[in-house]
């Protein structure tokens, strides 16, 4: 499975902006999927995940209830909607494909990975 993640960009504070991470050369079927950051000088942090095929979901403290993630299981896409941004909300974004159906918050839990995209936001 390769993935790309895309739709990063600068915004001012307050903004909004959606990431889709669309896969390709397998399907996505049976596999929970999940966000992750990482801002400069800092580790990968977690984001949110949704399980398969999308019922469940779960988001780091810091943005639940400004952050909304959702997949579309037959275009093989899953998306990351982003309002209320902030500037701590600046890093790069990857997204990712897990072992299992369940969501997961643990990084090893995935096995594919996108290439990452830049969100900044200026305050």
């Known amino acids: 499975v390769q993935l790309q993640a895309s739709g990063g960009g600068s915004v001012q504070a307050g903004g909004s902006l959606r990431l889709s991470c669309a896969a390709s050369g397998d399907t996505l079927r049976g596999r929970a999927m999940g966000w992750f950051r990482q801002a400069p000088g800092k580790e990968r942090e977690f984001v949110s995940t949704?399980?398969?095929?999308?019922?469940?979901?779960h988001y780091a403290g810091s943005v639940k209830g400004r952050f909304t993630v959702s997949r579309d299981n037959v275009k093989n896409t899953m998306y990351l909607q982003m309002n209320r941004l902030k500037p701590e909300d600046t890093a790069v974004y990857y997204c990712a494909a897990s072992t299992g159906q369940l969501i997961t918050s643990t990084t090893s839990s995935y096995i594919y990975w996108g290439q990452g995209t830049l969100v900044t936001v200026s305050s």
């Open positions: 949704i399980s398969w095929p999308g019922r469940n979901t």
